[in-house]
């Protein structure tokens, strides 16, 4: 991860991606809840007719202290990627700015952080007022 | 160099496969075809065309072993095409079992040449026997006196058709001749009188042209030199010169090896199709169901504003009409005709038929009906299992039918028709039918129903018990003709693609299974009912009958016992599931029955239960789409629609919810 990143919210973290998974930011999407599949999948989604599984990535990651459910979320689609994922979206909370690594120094995510969160995140940067945490897509599309 | 080029690409090894594999398939139809004894040179043309055009790609892939085969099944194929060799049934035997070799060859293409094939070589070889270059030179000596015979009445200019015939040029000197051609030249033919110095004329020939072939009395060469000039070349003996007017057809032939006719019906196959990638129909097919989604958005949005746009209601229309004409022909792309699938049973039903001992025609009609490509697919099995039966169980020994006065020749047909929107595929034979006496015995001693109702039942209904499953895997039961085994997993599969299964059967008769599919799979119609105010599909094939039970019927009607409700449908008692419940893999059976309740009757092979629901909406055609990965593990789920309004719905598996309800298929 050398470029960019966009960074979102989920709770009250802020997650990072690379820019160059994301296929696009959508809001407000009105999405089908699943009864009976993992808990992670959120449901499904009508992106002009292709069906795209949301996942909610506080519950892949495990994350902690989330404020349960609203009606409607903005969304991240990501681009297809062969053989790793194919049509998903992760359901964020609020999307936030997307900005230029080689500015910041990355580190190793703390030894004291549940194994269950910490296999999914990359490294961790210190921004100037937070914590950015990016994630490791190939680990998560895996877990999937 | 060249191999590793060709070899790594993927796309040209492809198409290689796929151009072979039809082609192995065309070799084993028409030595099927000449297996009914219908000897005819066309049918052997054909072979030996498409073992050669496996052989000449192959080649180009340096795929030394399937090179290996076709050239000797080809060179076989050739001395039967001459008639120096008389195909038998044995040789039909040892060919068709190259041609499986060269199929599995061809499938494994890369290793193909790490296989030993030395087998079939050596069978082939064996076949063909050493004298047969003198048979061939014989018959060539044969040939050429005909025509010397017959040289006063011959016309001056031979025909192309004939050329071949009377020349047998050798695939070198075709070399030469089409390359001769190429540069120009034009074929002649010179008589030689014993009179005339043999040596002289042929460095006369070479000084002015190509010598082809030499005859006893004749030569035939090619040269740039028009008629008259040849003449004057040749000087007295010009009058025995002839002009061969070979040339286009001669091309042909030489260049392609084939005849003038088949090239003309292949070149207008070649206009008639193109081959197209399965994906991008796939996704022709997608957009334009969501073309449709869209059209249906379009004019329920414009329903209230038409009035206010002038001429909108012609313009609607227009694009209604065209999206519904572009969605139904999209769907035709991935029609394919039930050729593909019927062509497998002649080969089946010699092999069957052979190892049986029995005597069996088999006669296939309407293979141009057409049926999309996944319902195809999943026929395979099916079929292959009612005609096996057929086979096995029906058609008795040529002994046993002719004492009962019947043709020992016995009579399998399979047939596909279109009918009211369904295609039908029958099964028929004329064997000894189900006697249907030991069936209503079967299902009475194996207590599956009671005598008294077995009695009131009618002969379609008490064939019927045959499809219930294991209804005879229980116990060989040969004496009622063994029918019904696996008869119920057909039954399944073809219900599993929402159509149905028929049978028809009279004593000594025969027996006629029909299946009835429908045209497609993408489009099903379904139920849309709604629970905890989200929509979900079922599909309507698995409905029984709807009903609603108001809060004061419900203590009559449904019975609880230990805990479990049971729901009370004219006498017979029938499981009844909470459709949230089950998908939820929860059970808080909290107010349950305030208000009406409605419950779908659905059946699944033979059980039948009610699924209480919230709301039923509506019914609708739906399009099917593939259920994602990441939901696969939940078997309540068949796959994906996206309704009217744009929201995805899911499309319920009732199979899968019976299970997940402990209610055993």
């Not at chain 1, 997650?15 to 160059?20: A, K, L, P, V, Y």
């Not at chain 1, 790793?84 to 909370?93: A, C, M, R, S, T």
């Not at chain 2, 065309?49 to 060179?75: C, P």
């Amino acid at each position: 991860m050398n470029e960019k990143v966009l960074t979102f919210y989920v709770g009250n973290n802020l997650f990072g991606i690379d820019i160059s998974c994301v296929k696009e930011i959508n809001r407000n999407v009105e999405f089908t809840y699943i009864p009976g599949v993992k808990k992670y999948i959120a449901g499904l989604l009508n992106l002009r007719g292709q069906i795209i599984t949301l996942f909610s990535i506080a519950n892949i990651i495990n994350l902690k202290n989330v404020n349960k459910k609203r009606e409607k979320n903005p969304c991240i689609i990501l681009k297809n990627k062969e053989g790793e994922y194919n049509k998903i979206g992760f359901l964020i909370d609020k999307p936030c700015d997307v900005i230029e690594l080689k500015k910041f120094s990355l580190q190793d995510l703390p030894e004291n952080i549940d194994e269950n969160f910490r296999k999914f995140i990359k490294a961790i940067v210190k921004l100037e007022k937070e914590t950015l945490l990016l994630l490791d897509m190939s680990k998560i599309a895996k877990y999937l | 160099m060249k191999r590793g080029i060709a070899l790594n690409n993927h796309q040209f090894i492809n198409d290689f496969i796929q151009e072979a594999a039809g082609n192995l398939e065309k070799v084993e139809l028409c030595l099927l075809k000449l297996n009914d004894n219908i000897v005819d040179s066309n049918t052997i043309d054909e072979i030996f065309r498409a073992v050669h055009s496996i052989k000449g790609t192959a080649g180009f892939f340096d795929l030394k072993n399937i090179v290996e085969l076709a050239h000797k099944m080809e060179s076989l194929l050739n001395e039967v095409r001459h008639g120096t060799c008389i195909i038998d049934d044995y040789k039909i035997d040892i060919l068709l079992e190259c041609n499986d070799a060269l199929k599995h060859m061809v499938n494994n293409s890369t290793e193909s040449n790490e296989m030993n094939i030395e087998e079939y070589i050596d069978k082939l070889s064996s076949l063909l026997s050493g004298e047969n270059k003198k048979i061939e030179h014989k018959y060539e000596g044969k040939n050429q006196k005909e025509h010397k015979d017959n040289k006063t009445s011959q016309s001056k200019i031979i025909e192309g058709e004939s050329f071949q015939d009377r020349f047998k040029l050798q695939e070198d000197e075709k070399n030469i001749l089409s390359d001769a051609i190429k540069h120009g030249h034009k074929v002649y033919l010179l008589n030689l009188d014993h009179t005339v110095d043999r040596k002289n004329m042929l460095s006369k020939i070479k000084s002015v042209g190509k010598i082809l072939k030499e005859f006893e009395d004749e030569i035939l060469f090619t040269t740039v030199l028009d008629k008259g000039l040849v003449k004057i070349t040749f000087g007295n003996i010009s009058a025995n010169v002839e002009q061969c007017n070979i040339q286009k057809k001669v091309k042909t032939k030489a260049v392609n090896q084939k005849c003038k006719k088949v090239y003309r019906q292949e070149s207008k196959l070649i206009q008639d199709s193109i081959r197209v990638k399965l994906s991008l129909l796939n996704d022709l097919m997608n957009l334009a169901g969501e073309m449709v989604l869209a059209r249906n958005q379009l004019l329920r949005t414009m329903e209230n504003h038409k009035k206010f746009i002038p001429n909108i209601e012609n313009i609607l229309q227009n694009i209604d009409y065209n999206t519904t004409q572009i969605q139904e022909k999209i769907m035709l792309t991935r029609m394919q005709t039930v050729r593909t699938l019927f062509n497998k049973f002649p080969r089946f039903i010699r092999e069957v038929s052979k190892s049986s001992g029995k005597n069996i025609n088999l006669i296939m009609k309407g293979e141009d009906v057409e049926l999309d490509k996944s319902i195809l697919e999943a026929l395979e099995d099916p079929l292959t299992h009612l005609i096996r039966n057929s086979v096995d169980h029906g058609i008795e020994s040529s002994l046993d039918r002719e004492k009962i006065g019947k043709d020992p020749v016995g009579n399998i047909i399979i047939e596909a028709f279109n009918e009211s929107g369904y295609v039908y595929i029958r099964v028929k034979d004329d064997g000894k039918g189900i006697n249907l006496g030991k069936v209503k015995d079967k299902v009475i001693k194996k207590e599956i129903a009671s005598r008294e109702y077995m009695e009131s039942l009618d002969e379609k209904e008490i064939v019927k018990f045959i499809l219930k499953p294991g209804f005879t895997t229980a116990e060989k039961v040969t004496d009622i003709s063994g029918r019904g085994v696996g008869m119920d997993v057909v039954k399944f599969n073809i219900e599993k693609l929402g159509g149905t299964v028929e049978i028809d059967t009279e004593e000594n008769k025969g027996t006629v299974i029909t299946l009835v599919l429908p045209l497609t799979l993408a489009i099903m119609p379904s139920i849309i009912v709604e629970v905890k105010g989200q929509k979900y599909a079922l599909p309507r094939v698995n409905l029984q009958e709807m009903i609603r039970i108001r809060e004061n019927e419900w203590r009559e009607k449904i019975e609880n016992i230990s805990g479990y409700d049971i729901l009370n449908l004219r006498g017979k008692m029938l499981p009844l599931i909470y459709l949230w419940d089950i998908l939820n893999n929860s059970s808080d059976k909290v107010n349950k029955h305030e208000g009406i309740t409605r419950i779908l009757i659905v059946k699944i092979g033979i059980k039948i239960f009610g699924i209480v629901v919230d709301k039923v909406c509506d019914e609708e055609e739906i399009l099917v789409k593939p259920l994602p990965k990441y939901c696969l593990n939940n078997k309540c789920y068949a796959g994906v629609t996206i309704m009217g309004d744009g929201n995805v719905a899911m499309i319920l598996d009732v199979k899968g919810i019976a299970e997940r309800s402990n209610i055993e298929y």
